[in-house]
């Protein structure tokens, strides 16, 4: 069993940026690839990144590469997701998840646990 909180969301205007965190509880993180994905109002939740257990392999969606930067730390038993040059467009409730299968998954129902969330907005 793995539990995830998410924090760090907020309002930030066009072009700034953001750092999510999901600390995990238990002894397995290391064990665990996980993933952001985000949803919006009205619309299906995405993904956005995904990290290897040990943190050697990284996935982005396109509408986030260049911009998002995952990262994972192991020892803490925590997941960043570093935004940068965010756009309204980007506006949604991000969720962190893990997942204790291989290879990496991008489709949310590959995921195992999952956070309850964390609002981002940006505005114009």
């Known amino acids: 069993q793995v539990q995830l909180v998410e924090s760090g969301g907020g309002l930030v205007q066009a072009g700034g940026s953001l750092r999510l965190s999901c600390a995990a509880s238990?002894?397995?993180?290391?064990?665990?690839?996980m993933g952001w994905f985000r949803q919006a109002p009205g619309k299906e939740r995405e993904f956005v990144a995904a990290i290897s257990p040990l943190g050697g392999n990284t996935y982005y969606a396109d509408s986030v590469k260049g911009r998002f930067t995952i990262s994972r730390d192991n020892a803490k038993n925590t997941v960043y997701l570093q935004m940068n040059s965010l756009k309204p467009e980007d506006t949604a409730v991000y969720s962190c998840a893990a997942d204790n299968h291989l290879p990496i998954a991008t489709l949310p129902q590959e995921y195992n646990y999952w956070g309850q969330g964390t609002q981002v907005t940006v505005s114009s």
């Open positions: 238990g002894r397995t993180f290391s064990s665990y690839a």
